[in-house]
């Protein structure tokens, strides 16, 4: 990554930054368990990167130095939570020498199998465990927590403290780690659910070995970009191999983050194999080709019997080679054995273990070669007055062409040569005992770094003789890491290919690049192909990654970044992490996350649950208001048909999709701020309702707005200090309201009057030969019916009074009419003033309708006759809203009540008729 490009954010976390970030740790052990028998033993909690490797060495010197400027309490290059040792699932599989070969050695090593037994305690409380086993898919349910707890972390830090953040991260993920490790452990072997936990387990595993790289090399990327601005190069004389190669990792990001890469990679082999070099006991003496040597002597003896099959005669670390004899057959095994161990232990970056295990199976002579790489450093020949102990080996290079052809030599066995392949930079020979992506990138890196140092080295440092050259192309070779990961590609290894398109690996390809970019068009090739079976977690990652760049102030493209956000959500709303949704959402654009967290709260029903979210969303930063309004927009709109005329409607009752259009206001009553909105949208709802002859469900909603709101309306507007009136929209949606409420009314009174009409009391019927007993029971009965008439009587009289009242309220609306907006210059919305046009035409020829049935049927019938007057009237242009087909039948209502008048000797009018 170009350091350029940290230049403007640098700021806000040079705190952090500040302390070097490559301080190295202290090393500790981790015992591995030979028996699956025996108890398990505790981890360490922290497994940190120590100096193993000559990579490391070349790293040491530009540490101090560095470190030398900053602050020495700086925390490790990859700080990270704790590691797992490995499982072996054979008793004693260190012990035994004549089980290990090629095949269940690679296996064993491999991070996919070795990942699912790690870190096992059979001391602890296994309650979680058992519970867990018993879950259909118990990694899911283990690992449920991390969502809530990467969230949580995130809250915790600030960007001054950004990587112990990342830290943070990685140690999440590694409790995890640890528990699905349980779980598969004591699980019964080929159920289907618990290959999911596995599954889960590897995601978990390569998710915290990415955080850890993650952390090592932003740390230094950020620290190269501070330092850039005050660096300058520093000439030494007679400066030594470690002194220029301390000046190279001080001024060379990409030997420097080459190295930390390498440290990455070893530190996970380590994870994954614990120091087992202390459990190796195969050899009882240390005494090396025990077997031969016994042999030889028996040979000896006059009295020996035994085979004659050739073997070396001489028992020197070369005879073989020399003599080209074998060794015994027990011997050449334990030697293959043991270079396998060898070379995991230098894979996993343990060289002084690796030395250890040497000196204790009796070949210090081998240990001793493993020594050769440390760089030659002398301390006193600028001089001073105390004589210091020389460092490294001033024959460095010899040792180095000799390793190099050691690893060339085809009778060494294929780890041998791997072994000194990997010290001395041969590519071509270390590459064959590579067999996974992390073992081949890790040969390529080692590789690189071992060129540019010995390039470094021989130019810097006059040799005082000539001395044979390494390969021309070895030494000549332009490694950067992008021709690393091109190499990758075009490997012939089935296994590296396959693992290239993993998600980790290509996430952890373009970290070393520092290819932000590259990484966003992943993601989006991720999102637009498979948005619906990538994995939780792998989306989690993504997400807290890009909100990691964010942090630094890294551009990453804001259509990606959007658009995995928006997938995580969708993710966290389908598995009902409600609590966890608003922060996320509040990381999108304003307006996108507005849709959001809308779309997410329509399906929040609850009343308690309604405001829980919405109090999250304030937590948050989330404009509440805009949200709320959304949503009921989003529910009044679902399913939105036509408005029809009354006669075309048949009443179905309030149905399931109306009560949540009912519902939804709720939203906008929880904050008296939104009591306007509140009667926007309730107007808009009960318009539909009122179209679909739905009065009842109008009522609900009506019902839902506090009886208080127009005055709250009032109040927020004079809390203001503004001394102009109320906005227009806001004055013509309580006329609106009002509007609605009368109508509202006229309608629960007319049925309150038209079931009591037709509830009348029945005059009692006398029988036509009635006896006296039934005459008197009679009267007693019409005596009562005249009872019953007159309180019926009077209640219908009153009911008749105020459904008139009622009616005329609506029919003759003060100010222009109902549903007549008072107010012109509120701001247009076409939909609303064509549904209240049409709501005029729907409901004022009805009312007028019901009017004339009141009054007909009370017996009013001059006052029905008035109606036409009122109808045809110029002030409130009634005759405007009827079609000619209501008003023929309106005419034809009025001919009927004029009948009447006539049969009262009255005029059609029901004046009295002069003489």
Not at 168 to 187: D, S
Not at 523 to 544: A, C, E, Q, Y
Not at 896 to 906: C, V, W
């Amino acid at each position: 990554m170009d350091k350029n490009s940290f230049g403007d954010v640098l700021s806000p976390i040079t705190t952090e930054v500040a302390r070097p970030g490559w301080k190295l740790g202290s090393q500790k052990r981790v015992c591995i368990i030979t028996s699956l028998d025996d108890s398990m033993g505790s981890m360490t909690p922290k497994g940190q990167i120590i100096p193993r490797t000559p990579s490391s060495l070349f790293r040491q010197p530009f540490i101090a130095s560095r470190s030398s400027q900053k602050q020495t309490d700086s925390p490790t290059v990859l700080g990270a939570a704790g590691k797992s040792s490995l499982i072996l699932q054979n008793s004693g599989l260190l012990g035994n020498q004549s089980m290990l070969d090629d095949s269940n050695w690679t296996a064993m090593l491999s991070p996919q199998q070795t990942g699912m037994f790690a870190n096992l305690d059979m001391t602890e409380d296994v309650t979680t465990s058992a519970v867990l086993l018993r879950e259909d898919d118990p990694g899911e349910a283990a690992t449920m927590s991390m969502y809530s707890d990467f969230l949580h972390s995130f809250l915790k830090h600030t960007s001054t403290t950004i990587f112990d953040l990342v830290d943070e991260y990685e140690n999440i993920c590694n409790n995890q780690v640890n528990i699905l490790g349980k779980i598969v452990y004591r699980a019964t072997p080929g159920q289907q659910k618990f290959s999911k936990t596995a599954s889960v387990l590897w995601l978990l595993k390569q998710e915290m070995v990415t955080w850890r790289l993650l952390s090592s090399l932003y740390r230094d990327r950020i620290q190269s970009a501070l330092e850039d601005e005050t660096a300058f190069e520093i000439t030494v004389l007679n400066a030594s191999e470690k002194m220029n190669v301390d000046n190279l990792f001080q001024k060379d990001a990409l030997v420097r983050q080459s190295q930390l890469v390498v440290d990455w990679l070893e530190s996970i082999a380590k994870d994954e194999i614990g120091n087992f070099s202390d459990n190796i006991e195969f050899y009882a003496k240390s005494v090396y080709w025990e077997n031969t040597l016994h042999i030889l002597k028996q040979r000896q003896l006059s009295t020996f019997i035994g085979s004659s099959r050739p073997l070396v005669t001489e028992l020197d670390p070369d005879a073989p080679i020399r003599q080209k004899l074998p060794l015994d057959d027990l011997d050449r095994e334990d030697d293959a054995r043991l270079l396998k161990y060898l070379f995991t232990l230098i894979r996993a970056g343990m060289t002084d273990e690796a030395q250890r295990l040497c000196k204790r199976c009796g070949q210090a002579w081998r240990a001793a070669t493993l020594e050769g790489w440390k760089l030659y450093h002398d301390p006193n020949i600028n001089g001073g007055n105390e004589v210091r102990p020389v460092e490294g080996n001033p024959y460095r290079c010899i040792w180095k062409i000799c390793c190099w052809r050691m690893a060339e030599e085809e009778q060494f066995n294929r780890y041998e040569r791997a072994i000194y392949a990997a010290l001395s930079g041969n590519l071509k020979q270390l590459l064959p005992v590579c067999d996974t992506w992390e073992d081949t990138v890790w040969a390529y890196f080692r590789v690189m770094v071992d060129t540019l140092v010995e390039q470094e080295i021989r130019t810097s440092v006059v040799s005082a003789e000539e001395v044979e050259e390494l390969p021309r192309e070895y030494l000549e070779t332009n490694w950067t890491s992008e021709k690393v990961f091109e190499e990758l590609q075009a490997t012939d290894k089935k296994r590296v290919i396959e693992e290239n398109q993993e998600h980790y690996r290509v996430i952890q390809k373009f970290i070393i690049l520092g290819d932000v970019d590259g990484l966003m068009e992943e993601f989006n090739r991720w999102i637009s192909k498979d948005r619906h079976v990538l994995p939780g977690h792998l989306l989690r990652f993504m997400t807290h990654l890009i909100l990691f760049f964010r942090t630094l102030g890294l551009q990453t493209k804001e259509e990606v970044s959007v658009e995995v956000l928006k997938t995580y959500i969708q993710r966290m709303i389908s598995e009902r992490h409600t609590d966890l949704i608003a922060f996320y959402v509040s990381h999108l654009p304003p307006e996108l996350a507005v849709a959001q967290y809308a779309l997410f709260l329509e399906d929040v029903t609850e009343s308690d649950q309604r405001h829980h979210c919405l109090e999250l969303a304030k937590e948050a930063g989330l404009d509440v208001a805009a949200i709320t309004k959304t949503v009921v927009e989003n529910i009044r709109k679902k399913d939105a048909g036509d408005f029809s005329h009354h006669d075309h409607m048949l009443d179905t009752g309030t149905t399931e999709a109306d009560r949540l259009k009912i519902d939804v206001i709720d939203w906008l009553v929880f904050d008296p701020a939104q009591r306007a909105e509140a009667l926007k949208q309730s107007n808009a709802i009960m318009r539909k309702f009122l179209a679909s002859k739905k009065h009842e469900a109008a009522k609900d909603v009506f019902v839902k707005i506090p009886q208080d709101s127009i005055a709250e309306i009032y109040n927020q507007w004079e809390e203001q200090g503004i001394e102009a009136s109320l906005p227009a929209e806001d004055d013509n949606a309580i006329r609106e309201h009002l509007c609605i409420r009368a109508y509202l009314e006229a309608h629960e009174i007319f049925n309150k009057w038209f079931q009591h009409m037709n509830s009348a009391p029945q005059k009692p019927p006398l029988l036509p030969q009635a006896s006296f007993t039934e005459k008197v029971a009679h009267e007693h009965k019409e005596k009562k019916y005249e009872v019953d008439y007159g309180i019926w009587k009077s209640f219908l009289d009153g009911l008749t009074s105020d459904v008139k009242e009622k009616m005329y309220n609506v029919l003759l609306f003060v100010d222009g009419g109902w549903m007549v907006d008072v107010r012109e210059d509120a701001e247009e919305d076409p939909e609303r003033t064509h549904q209240m046009i049409l709501l005029r035409k729907l409901c004022l020829p009805m009312m007028c309708f019901l009017l004339h049935t009141v009054l007909h049927s009370t017996g009013q019938y001059q006052e029905c006759l008035r109606l036409a007057d009122m109808v045809a009237s110029e002030r409130h242009k009634l005759y405007t809203v009827f079609s000619k087909e209501e008003l023929r039948k309106f005419l034809q209502k009025l001919r009927e009540s004029s009948l009447m008048l006539l049969d009262q000797d009255l005029d059609p009018l029901g004046y009295e008729i002069q003489p």
